[in-house]
């Protein structure tokens, strides 16, 4: 049965950062907690977490990353840079009147979380990463990674990098590719092993080619779905996969971090059927020498890659468990 959508009495805000506005949902008080999202999703991913922390004692806030749902949409793949993304997430705290926070995010959001942490210690005190493990800046060119990843296929980060192409399959049935992806990288749904894997794209294919068809995950109701789909039909699809786009942009800004540790008090979710988890197994082995201050690490059987919508009960213990046993 999908669990329904808790009832939510939060606050709807727009605050002013370097994308222009950034729209964020609010609930609770005391120390605040920054939620931030991935792809393709917006502030409600968290809508399980906002009521769970307001009631544990925080001040949860959740945003729209540039490009999504009622946050500003600058043009052009440079304007989804890292060090933009982090400069929102800084002016976000400030606009609320804060001088620190704690920063959790999931998928590009646990990216954009732990080198919010990286490069502005002074704000973000403690971070939590989910579904993304943190991978310091190192390596070859990300997109030369990425392309040799998908050998005779496409590596759907590489599928992503020109700009339309995705556009063009998405944007004409977003709640059908939607319900696609979020079926795909589910614990429930997704394909059985050995068919073909969702992540990759056949030469001249389609990412929905792959996508179980006609059936929705236990978290996502078609309530949740129509949500979704609704955002990113009035909005678009530039905006979010622009931050696939900016990839190599980060690499080149980041240059001065390689291999950068992040020293805050840090927790890792995982799901131990995610291909983030699996195929970044040896990022999270560097723990001890990439997250020193890390406070907990857990992989949650049975779970896919939406880890706070399909496991949000443990989500939320775990959260709120680190939370209680952060210094002041």
Not at 93 to 103: F, N, Q, S
Not at 176 to 182: F, P, T
Request: proline residues 8%.
């Amino acid at each position: 049965m999908s669990q329904p959508a808790p009832a939510l009495d939060v606050v709807h805000r727009l605050v002013r950062t370097p994308a222009g506005r950034t729209h964020l949902v609010e609930q609770g008080a005391g120390p605040l907690v920054l939620l931030v999202h991935g792809f393709p999703e917006f502030w409600y991913s968290w809508r399980h977490q906002l009521p769970a922390l307001a009631a544990a004692g925080y001040r949860a806030v959740a945003v729209d990353v540039r490009g999504y749902g009622r946050s500003s949409k600058p043009e052009g793949s440079a304007a989804y840079r890292m060090l933009d993304l982090i400069e929102d997430n800084v002016a976000v705290v400030r606009a609320l009147g804060e001088e620190t926070a704690v920063i959790v995010g999931h998928d590009w959001g646990a990216t954009i979380a732990a080198n919010s942490a990286l490069l502005r210690p002074d704000v973000f005190r403690a971070v939590g990463l989910l579904s993304v493990p943190y991978a310091p800046r190192g390596g070859p060119r990300p997109s030369e990674v990425f392309a040799r990843m998908g050998g005779e296929e496409e590596l759907y980060v590489s599928y992503f990098q020109e700009p339309g192409r995705a556009e063009a399959e998405i944007e004409p049935d977003v709640r059908g590719w939607l319900a696609g992806l979020y079926a795909a990288l589910s614990a429930d749904t997704m394909p059985a092993p050995g068919a073909p894997d969702p992540h990759f794209v056949s030469r001249g294919g389609r990412m929905r080619d792959r996508f179980p068809a006609d059936r929705l995950p236990a978290w996502l109701t078609e309530d949740d779905l129509d949500v979704y789909a609704a955002e990113f039909e009035r909005t678009g699809l530039s905006g979010p996969l622009n931050r696939y786009r900016a990839m190599d942009r980060d690499w080149e800004d980041l240059a001065d971090f390689d291999g950068a540790p992040i020293t805050q008090p840090s927790l890792f979710l995982g799901g131990a059927r995610d291909a983030s988890t699996t195929w970044l197994a040896d990022a999270i082995n560097a723990y001890p020498v990439t997250l020193p201050g890390l406070r907990g690490s857990h992989i949650l059987d049975d779970c896919g890659h939406w880890i706070q919508q399909e496991r949000s009960e443990e989500v939320n213990r775990h959260l709120t468990d680190w939370l209680a046993r952060l210094p002041e």
